[in-house]
T-cell receptor, first 117, second 113 residues
C-alpha cells in the first residue's frame, strides 16, 4: 500500500520558470511533511518541511503548500535553476500512540526534475 | 556540526555471502538512527530504526538485521545475501528531541551477483 505517492515520474522546466512538484498521501494520521532533494550517488538532502497546522511554508526559492482536505502537498521552486535538477522526494511522518513517532518517514517514489538552461 | 558517514560507497557481493554495512554519526549524542533501502525506480523504504544502544525496531520482515553497539554506530548485516537484497542502502540520523528532519549519509550501492 503506497501511502505517499508522487504520480509524476519526471518534470522538465525551463530555467527561470516555476517548477511544481506534487505529492499525495492517504494516511490521515500523517502530520508532518518533508521534501528532500537527491543527486545521483548521494544521500537525500533535506529541503523544506511543513507541519499539518500550517498550509504554507516558505524558504527562499522553495515553498511548500499543504492541502489537508485533499491530502495533497506541493513544492514550488521559483525561479528554477539548472542546479535544481535532481530527484525530489516527498515524505510524511505520523505520531504514534502516546504522541511519539521516532521520526519514521514514509517516502514517495520520487520525481526527476530537469531544469534546462 | 553533525556529520554522518557510511561505508563502503559501493559493494559487489556474491549470493550467499555475508554483509556488514557501517554507519557512524559525529557531533551529536543519542541520535535516532535509521536504515533505508531504495530499490531501482522506487522510493526509500524504512528497514530499521533505533532510539538507543541495543534498541532496534524492524519495519519489514527480511533477510537483514541491524545492531547498534555504540551510541553513534549503526550496523546493517546479513548472514546470507539474496539477489533481492540488491539496492541502495542509506543510513540516517535525527535529533531525538525533534525527530525531524532526518539527515542522510551518501549511501552504499550494493550489487548481488
Amino acid at each position: 500500500d503506497q501511502q505517499v505517492k508522487q504520480n509524476s515520474p519526471s518534470l522538465s522546466v525551463q530555467e527561470g520558470r516555476i517548477s511544481i512538484l506534487n505529492c499525495d498521501y492517504t494516511n490521515s494520521m500523517f502530520d508532518y511533511f518533508l521534501w528532500y532533494k537527491k543527486y545521483p550517488a548521494e544521500g537525500p538532502t533535506f529541503l523544506i518541511s511543513i507541519s499539518s497546522i500550517k498550509d504554507k511554508n516558505e524558504d527562499g526559492r522553495f515553498t511548500v503548500f499543504l492541502n489537508k482536505s485533499a491530502k495533497h502537498l506541493s513544492l514550488h521552486i521559483v525561479p528554477s535553476q539548472p542546479g535544481d535538477s535532481a530527484v525530489y522526494f516527498c515524505a510524511a511522518s505520523a505520531r504514534g500512540a502516546g504522541g511519539t513517532s521516532y521520526g519514521k518517514l514514509t517516502f514517495g517514489q520520487g520525481t526527476i526534475l530537469t531544469v534546462h538552461p | 556540526s553533525q556529520t554522518i558517514h557510511q561505508w563502503p560507497a559501493t559493494l559487489v557481493q556474491p549470493v550467499g555471502s555475508p554483509l556488514s554495512l557501517e554507519c557512524t554519526v559525529e557531533g551529536t549524542s543519542n541520535p535516532n538512527l535509521y536504515w533505508y533501502r531504495q530499490a531501482a525506480g522506487r522510493g526509500l523504504q524504512l528497514l530499521f530504526y533505533s532510539v538507543g544502544i541495543g534498541q532496534i525496531s524492524s519495519e519489514v520482515p527480511q533477510n537483514l538485521s541491524a545492531s547498534r553497539p555504540q551510541d553513534r554506530q549503526f550496523i546493517l548485516s546479513s548472514k546470507k545475501l539474496l539477489l533481492s537484497d540488491s539496492g541502495f542502502y542509506l543510513c540516517a540520523w535525527s535529533d531525538p528531541n525533534n525527530n525531524q528532519p532526518q539527515h542522510f549519509g551518501d549511501g552504499t550501492r550494493l550489487s548481488i551477483l
